[in-house]
């Protein structure tokens, strides 16, 4: 990691991602391996001294203790004079856009509000390192866009490197400057947040970090810079990594945005299908569409009126070769069911 | 509608409305009124006096008054010193609820046998030819037989064992309801695992050791058979109620009574005032 950085880790449930984050934070041990911050090994090092902060998916606010007392709490035992903390308190919770809260109880306030204190407590420490353990998951969808336009530009105003784990692949996307992504405490992949949206290694990455339409198919040839597949709905080519024998089986990957429709077909990638069903998002459709071979593949609309895809209606669908990605590998976890750990079960 | 729930409320209430009122409310404004009544050699005349109140003020009651608080005070810290390890003990360090249940299932096996008889098997313990000082004797600490029944240590020991569980229940449960994540955080922000206990886990348990308290400090405070036992020339307000009630003496005894009261009450007044009970339920 790098200093100042936003880094998200992303996985399923039961992946270890608190378990991690708890290791960094000194609260649990780790069986094996070093927990290095700033050139320090700071593996034995207790919680108390290591200069981390933790905030919780649960915000594990004082109950006992007013919001004041809650964010003067790390000031306090830093032994800091009481104009210091009692001004350092007021700025934050002025930062965090809860100012005057000072001597409300944590019971009295919304989820929300109970979050930003949580964040603030934190904060007023200006930790080497700030941590987040899922802290948007327990409030609803809206205000967890709100909280993350916040908290990039927290991250932004102060520029404490953070650590921020989730499950909710809109967060890792919007909030992360780079991206890791585990899988059964093994790490799948390692990168820039876009490089691994459009680059993934392997198909639970691919599908893990937003949707994606997967064929099944065989390796037909290498043309250029691309691959070409054989699967059952024809050949298509398509961007890959490393070397890829004749005839070995593959997965041939695009996202649902980058498929066009159209009545003209283009030389490479076409094929032509039938609508399904559309799903209405407001500012987007999600058209489900059905292949000869009825392989169905999900296409985003934008800008769409009800009506402009009637069900069993015939289209021509195509896309670029640099826009879709072959894969030969799954996961780095032999023997998962990719739909159990994405869906839940 | 609202009228009609409130209603069937009270009419879920009602037994027990009924009950307190017949045992309880009804005595103790009996006991109030009976206070003020003149002692007669056969009970008592409903004719206005302070006699009793004044005969409080007595040297005699003075002593019991104070050595009833001292004494009951004195077990309620010392159960509060042993209840608080066992009770944080089985609470954090007893990760298996089946092994919880066990423990707390043991720990209430010796309630299962009658006052009386578990009273009564402090002295082949505590006594003269007593186990502890047969122990005592063999391991060459002491040539003569110690005298450990009979005085306030002795009472407060059975104290102790009889109303250990009361303490502990209460502060268990207190300490159950702490999400774990509290210390977890205290500690992310600076705090060693004492003072995150200090300022996170105990003051959180307040309420736990409240309760436990009030049991402790009600049932000693009443309970005169202990000290006619094991406390020989002890003399408690409770002692003395007794021996008033036997007496005859029944509107002294009742001016005891209602001064154990008033003070009981006062003492949850104070406790009330600082701690949040509801934080335990």
Known sequence: MEKGEFYVIMGPSGSGKTTLLKCIAGLLMPEAGKIVLDGVDITDVPPHKRNTSLIFQDYALFPHMTVGENVEFGLKLKKLDKDTIKSEVKHTLGVIGLAGFEDRMPRELSGGEKQRVAVARSLVLKPKLLLYD??????????????????????????????????????????????????????????????????????????????INVLNGKVAGKEGEFVRVATEEGSFLGRGHGTFEANAQV?????????????????????????????????????????????????IAYDVTPGTFKEHEALNVHWRPEDAVVLS???????????????GS | MAIGRKLSNYLLLSPAIVLLGIFLIIPLLFDIALSFWTPSLTGYLQIFTWQNYQSLGLPA??????????????????????????AYTLAYKVRSPRKQTLILFALVVPFLMDYTTRTISWYPILGLNGLINALLMDLGLTSSPVNLLFNQSAVIVVWFQ??????????????????????????SLGASSWTAFRKVTLPLSAPGMVVGTIYVLVSTVSDFPTVRLFGRGIQTVGLAIAQQADGLNWPFAAALAVLVIVVILGAFYVIIRYVDLQQLF
């Open chain 2, 61 to 86: 009651y003075q002593q019991a008054i104070a050595t009833t608080f001292t004494l009951s005070f004195e077990t309620v810290v010392v159960t509060l010193i042993f209840a608080y390890p066992i």
């Open chain 1, 329 to 343: 590998e799954v996961s780095k976890v032999k023997d998962i069911d990719i739909d159990k750990l994405i869906y």
């Open chain 1, 251 to 299: 997965f041939y990957c695009v996202r649902p945005e980058k498929l066009r429709v159209g009545t003209a077909p283009p030389r490479e990638n076409s094929a032509s299908a039938k609508v399904v069903t559309t799903i209405y998002r407001g500012t987007e459709a999600e058209v489900i569409l059905a292949f000869n071979h009825e392989n169905r593949v999900k296409y």
């Open chain 1, 134 to 211: 899922e802290p948007l998951a327990n409030l609803d969808y809206r205000l967890q866009r709100k909280m993350e336009e916040e908290l990039k530009s927290i991250h932004e105003e102060f520029g404490l490197t953070s650590v921020y784990i989730t499950h909710n692949q809109e967060q890792a996307l919007s909030l992360g400057d780079r991206l890791m992504v585990i899988n059964k405490g093994v790490i799948e992949q390692v990168g820039n947040t876009d490089e691994i949206y459009l680059g993934p290694e392997n198909v639970f990455t691919a599908r893990f970090l937003g949707e």
């Open chain 2, 162 to 187: 009889a109303y250990v569980l009361f303490m502990m229940t209460p502060i268990f449960l207190a300490l159950s309801k702490i999400n774990p994540s509290l210390v977890d955080a205290a500690r």
